[in-house]
């Protein structure tokens, strides 16, 4: 292997080890150390085929949702059950990982540019642009889809389907549509805490003794041939525990509470 040989989108994967490693040590102690980590089914990830599996989930923070999929793929891949204990599983980290991103949050600042060299798919949101959600929706970039199909075709994908960071937001179709098209083993992961630990971007550490979870389930049962895109959306909302149904089982006072403190967050 060359010292410069690079992914399909042109990284140079000795850089892209390196960030990943100073990343990974960098922020270990944001999961294991002031706050703490609670995994479940991560012998799920030694069983998956090593391209064209996606990992879907809920989205709490920009950045620190990501960073921690990054630790607990890792680890659980050098034999580590449901534990981040020991970052020495980050020496020889999965260089075939990606997670899809907004563009415009990616290109926000030099860390972002810098984090995105680490394993980013950039797309073009349809619905949203500069923070504010739009009218008209723009169309999908064919550049995107086709992103998508070279990064699961290389190896794994991490995407949040719903778009947004807001809790019980819609799913959106363009994931469905992947599903569809491209037939990729389709995991569901569910965290939370995230939210109460972090900074919306998730650069900043906002409070410590935060017990995060992060739950990784079976893959989804999918007939690509016969589910319809709303099928596959229903699925995946329920998977991710994103389905409006879900509302039902949260109490009315901490529901409320979320809310004020979302509100909070925009000021």
């Given amino acids: 292997m060359g010292l410069f040989k690079r992914n399909p989108f042109g990284h140079i994967l000795f850089i892209k080890k390196n960030l990943i490693r100073v990343f990974a040590v960098l922020t270990h102690r944001r999961y294991r150390g002031f706050n703490s980590l609670h995994i479940e089914g991560s012998e799920i990830i030694t069983t998956l085929p090593d391209t064209n599996v996606l990992f879907i989930s809920n989205h709490q923070t920009y950045f620190a949702d990501v960073v921690a999929m990054f630790h607990v793929f890792n680890a659980s891949l050098s034999g580590r059950q449901d534990s981040i204990k ?43 642009s500069c923070g504010k959600d739009v009218t008209e929706k723009r169309e999908v970039n064919p550049n995107d889809t086709e992103n998508i199909k070279i990064a699961l075709n290389d190896g794994w994908v991490i995407t949040f389907p719903q778009g947004t960071t807001k809790s019980f937001k819609p799913v959106r179709k363009g994931t469905a549509h992947i599903i569809k098209l491209y037939r990729p083993i ?20 906002k409070k410590k003794d935060i017990l995060q979870s992060f739950i990784i389930k079976p893959p989804l ?21 994103q389905h409006p149904s879900f509302l039902k089982v949260i109490p009315a006072e901490e529901l409320n509470a979320q809310e004020e403190l979302n509100r909070l967050r925009e000021f």
Avoid: C, H
Avoid at 96 to 119: D, Q
Avoid at 231 to 239: F, G, N, P
């Fill in 186 to 205: 389709v995991v569901p992961i569910v965290i939370d805490g995230f939210r109460r630990s972090f900074d919306k971007k998730g650069l900043r550490m």
């Fill in 221 to 241: 049962e999918i007939d690509y041939e016969n589910d319809s895109i709303e099928d596959i959306v229903e699925k995946v909302e329920y998977a991710i525990e």
């Fill in 86 to 128: 020991n970052i020495g599983y980050i020496w020889q980290p999965k260089m075939n990982l990606y997670y899809v991103a907004a563009k415009e949050t990616m290109k926000a600042g030099l860390l972002p540019r810098i984090l995105s060299y680490a394993g980013a798919i950039t797309v073009e949101r349809t619905w949203r």
